[in-house]
């Protein structure tokens, strides 16, 4: 089984896991999000990959009592799961909500990713992103317009802060909508 269809049947998962137990998912999962990216954005440089667009999708989790010193932020697991043959990752990390009025926040996210990229060489359908394991980080801009349902845009990044030899980095914008249990 490839990484992408691997990462897909378990976002999937646990997507359905909350839709046919909400009771459930509301005690341990708190929000669930899903959107579309433009795959290595070229805003800013080179596309070194596809121009397919990734399908992002992410879990949160319920605040742990032992993170409230760091401004309880929600344990967060996702993936970006490129269309074509473009690099996909899975990341895990922690995720903070500033709200600035009841309808108008700001998000971002801090972890790692694992990725199915190359790592030594760039080739046609990836960048050289030199370690398999990266930093993962993303910011977005959000729009909440009930309490549960939001979205947002967002920007997503993937690099490994020149640990390894190589760094290209992957960054993908796009927008998102998310559930908040």
């Avoid at 269809?5 to 009771?23: E, G, M």
């Avoid at 990836?126 to 990266?134: E, I, K, L, M, V």
Wanted: with cysteine; net charge negative; charged share 20%.
């Amino acid at each position: 089984m490839t990484f992408k269809k691997l990462a897909l049947a378990a976002a999937t998962a646990a997507s359905l896991a909350c839709l046919q137990s909400p009771a459930s998912a509301e005690n341990f999962i708190t929000e669930i999000r899903g959107g579309i990216y433009d795959h290595d954005a070229s805003m800013f440089g080179s596309r070194y990959e596809t121009a397919n667009p990734d399908i992002n999708l992410e879990v949160r989790f319920t605040t742990p009592d032992f993170l409230s010193w760091a401004f309880s932020p929600n344990p967060v697991l996702g993936a970006d799961i490129n269309t074509g043959d473009g690099t996909s990752l899975a990341y895990l990390g922690l995720g903070w909500d500033i709200y600035f009025t009841d309808h108008i926040f700001l998000d971002f996210t801090l972890g790692g990713a694992v990725h199915d990229g190359e790592t030594d060489r760039r080739t046609a359908d990836s960048a050289n992103y030199g370690c398999r394991f990266n930093f993962h980080e993303s910011v977005s801009v959000g729009y909440n317009f009930d309490g549960s349902n939001s979205i947002m845009l967002s920007v997503d990044h993937m690099s490994n802060a020149r640990l390894c030899e190589k760094n290209d980095g992957l960054t993908n914008f796009g927008i998102r909508y998310a559930y908040r249990f």
